[in-house]
């Protein structure tokens, strides 16, 4: 392993990212609710935040000021602060609302006296008309509804007598489930394969992964991650490359925040589906460590796959390699 250490894995950039991001909080109030998952997913993301550090209050009904912030900022569409035809637009929500109208998810003419009403709580009708616009299907919504466009696109069901619902008021869980579902269908990803080779069948990986965020770059081979999702190419916390001729999948870490531990732990996950927690484990460890401390290579086999992780010589970055 030492000998490991004087080989210079030669990547794209050396540039490390030491930016911290927020990331889920421990709600004790989704420990068991049924769309935990997307909550946790949301809230990583940025597009919508808790009351407190431990209460989500998934339960709540959610208001059309909070549920078009929440899904301006999941479609990462640009914020801009203009005049609106709405008389009650002004508060902190008025660069969503404005940003709504100009991404044509918000029409003027649904709404009465010009009166946006933002503190109103939404109902899955008008959720329906603003998520089925952000997909451009608004010409299908207005021909067969927007709750049947909604629920042909997987972004809402109906309840189990058949309705959808449309009048009643929505819940953060059920809004955040939505917004998530939007997604989906609005960048629906290929099934990545099981040990991606390729440049793009890693892009696919990680794009498919449920802590990923940001963007993507594909560069000679290899795969950056920015998670902060900035347009700086400096800026990406880990690169991912399949080395061929060694049969080996290189992963450069250059960052530990959470968001970035949270990508590697899914990450590790892929390759390592029974043993994830060991592989994971092992690189927290390393992680914390400095180059030359005892421990800070690591290298065994799991599910019948190697596993080698040891702390780069900056003391700050941490390399893993993946046979396959």
Do not use: C
Not at 188 to 213: C, G, M, R
Not at 255 to 262: G, P, Q
């Amino acid at each position: 392993m030492k000998k490991m250490k004087l080989t210079i894995l030669t990547m794209l950039v050396a540039v490390l990212f030491t930016a911290q991001s927020v990331a889920a909080a421990a709600f004790t109030d989704t420990k068991t609710h049924w769309a935990k998952s997307d909550i946790d997913t949301a809230v990583s993301q940025g597009w919508i935040n808790g009351y407190t550090a431990t209460s989500f209050k998934p339960n709540d009904n959610i208001t059309r000021a909070e549920f078009t912030k929440s899904l301006v900022a999941a479609m990462k569409y640009k914020l801009e602060d203009l005049d609106t035809p709405f008389t009650d637009d002004t508060g902190w929500f008025r660069a969503s609302i404005s940003t709504g109208l100009k991404q044509s998810i918000i029409k003027v003419a649904d709404y009465k006296d010009s009166q946006f009403e933002p503190n109103r709580k939404i109902t899955r009708e008008e959720i329906a008309r603003m998520t089925v616009r952000a997909l451009g299907k608004d010409a299908e919504g207005v021909k067969s509804g927007y709750l049947a466009i909604a629920k042909q696109n997987g972004i809402m069901k109906g309840y189990p007598d058949g309705t959808m619902g449309g009048d009643k008021n929505a819940t953060r869980a059920e809004a955040v489930v939505m917004i998530a579902n939007t997604l989906k269908a609005k960048n629906p990803q290929v099934k990545p394969v099981a040990y991606p080779k390729t440049d793009k069948e890693l892009d696919t990986l990680i794009h498919s992964l449920p802590s990923f965020k940001g963007n993507t770059t594909i560069s000679r081979g290899a795969v950056g991650v920015n998670l902060k999702g900035t347009d700086n190419f400096d800026d990406n916390n880990v690169w991912l490359e399949y080395d061929a001729s060694k049969k080996t999948t290189y992963l450069n870490i250059f960052d530990a925040n959470s968001d970035v531990k949270a990508l590697v732990k899914d990450i590790l996950k892929s390759y390592y589906p029974k043993s994830y927690d060991k592989a994971y484990a092992a690189y927290v460890k390393v992680d914390g460590l400095k180059a030359k401390d005892k421990d800070s290579d690591f290298e065994t086999t799991l599910d019948g796959r190697s596993l080698v992780i040891y702390k780069a010589s900056d003391n700050i970055g941490v390399v893993i390699w993946i046979g396959g």
